[in-house]
């Protein structure tokens, strides 16, 4: 007969984390799997991070992606340098919703373009191309014209046929509408600085 020994409550009830942030959940897994394979650490829930954490009623902690601040690093226009503390005990899937809600913070500011006027580099290459209609158009060219006018882009102007000419226009002003309106958030956000020498000051 196996004689029992003593294992503390610590060393194996987590049900106090059941109510805890997942991103601490996490914490606490990679924190056992690593006494499991000898770090020497006390038991997670002895440790003074879960101490801090459950004193205040796990609020605020634990998170998988913190911005520490901007960077000082030089930028080129629409660029921005930023700092962050990465907690590699999360999983990607976590990591990737913690940025994700990052970006929709910053998407409030008017920094970043929406998915329908600029998103994926094909989608944005079409926009290019709607724009170039945009001002062929304005100064008289059609889709013959400009073949006849411009014969050494002949390439470029064979790949604007497979665009609707007709709403190519409409497109381009939904999309500097929303620029627009980005912009003057940019500009609410820095104090009321003008947006041309805030984004291309570096330029």
Do not use: C
């Amino acid at each position: 007969m196996i004689r029992k020994q003593e294992l503390a409550n610590e060393e194996w009830d987590f049900s106090v984390l059941e109510k805890a942030p997942r991103t601490l959940i996490h914490r606490a897994l990679l924190w056992e799997v690593d006494r499991e394979l000898g770090s020497g650490r006390e038991p997670f829930l002895k440790s003074a991070e879960y101490r801090r954490a459950s004193t205040s009623g796990f609020k605020g902690s634990a998170s998988g992606v913190v911005e520490l601040g901007k960077a000082s690093e030089k930028t080129m226009p629409f660029e921005e340098g930023y700092n962050f503390r990465i907690d590699w005990s999360q999983p990607r899937e976590e990591l990737m919703e913690q940025f994700g809600d990052w970006l929709d913070r910053q998407e409030g500011s008017g920094k970043m373009m929406d998915k329908p006027a600029l998103g994926k580099p094909r989608e944005a290459l079409t926009m290019l191309r709607k724009m170039s209609i945009v001002r062929l158009k304005s100064k008289g060219f059609s889709l013959r014209t400009a073949g006849e006018s411009f014969p050494q882009k002949k390439r470029f102007v064979e790949s604007l046929q497979k665009i609707n000419w007709t709403t190519a226009s409409r497109e381009v002003e939904k999309a500097v509408s929303r620029r627009r309106s980005n912009l003057k958030s940019i500009e609410k956000d820095s104090g009321g600085k003008n947006w041309k020498s805030g984004l291309y000051a570096k330029a």
